[in-house]
Nanobody, 117 residues
Framework: QVQLVESGGGLVQAGGSLRLSCAAS????????MAWYRQAPGKQRELVAA???????NYADSVKGRFTISRDNAKKSVYLQMASLKPEDTAVYYC???????????WGQGTQVTVSS
C-alpha cells in the first residue's frame, strides 16, 4: 500500500513562489498517474494538476502558466512548482492518484499554502 507525505507549504506574499513535494512509499508508484489537489476552507477538494506515469501533464485553468507538475519515479516523488501565487491559491494541498473514477490511495496530511495579499 502506497503512503503519501506532502511537504513544502508555507506563508508567502502574492506573486511569490513555492515548491511542494510529495513522497510516496510502497510499490507500483511509477505506474500511477498522479495529481495535486487542493481544498480551501468551506470548499470541495479540487484537482490542480496531473502527471501521467509517462510524464504527460494537464492543469486546471486557474493555474495554467503559473504551476508546473513533475515527477521523479526513481525517488517516488511528485512535485508542484508554484509561481505568481495569488491569495485564491490559499488551501491545503494534497497529492494522490489522478482520475475522477480511480480508487484513491489513503490521503496524506496535506501541506498548507497561505498566500497573503
Amino acid at each position: 500500500q502506497v503512503q503519501l507525505v506532502e511537504s513544502g507549504g508555507g506563508l508567502v506574499q502574492a506573486g511569490g513562489s513555492l515548491r511542494l513535494s510529495c513522497a510516496a512509499s510502497g510499490r507500483l508508484f511509477e505506474i500511477y498517474d498522479m495529481a495535486w489537489y487542493r481544498q480551501a476552507p468551506g470548499k470541495q477538494r479540487e484537482l490542480v494538476a496531473a502527471v501521467a506515469g509517462g510524464g504527460g501533464t494537464n492543469y486546471a485553468d486557474s493555474v495554467k502558466g503559473r504551476f508546473t507538475i513533475s515527477r521523479d519515479n526513481a525517488k517516488k516523488s511528485v512535485y508542484l512548482q508554484m509561481a505568481s501565487l495569488k491569495p485564491e491559491d490559499t488551501a491545503v494541498y494534497y497529492c494522490n492518484r489522478a482520475g475522477a473514477y480511480v480508487m484513491k490511495l489513503p490521503w496524506g496530511q496535506g501541506t498548507q499554502v497561505t498566500v497573503s495579499s
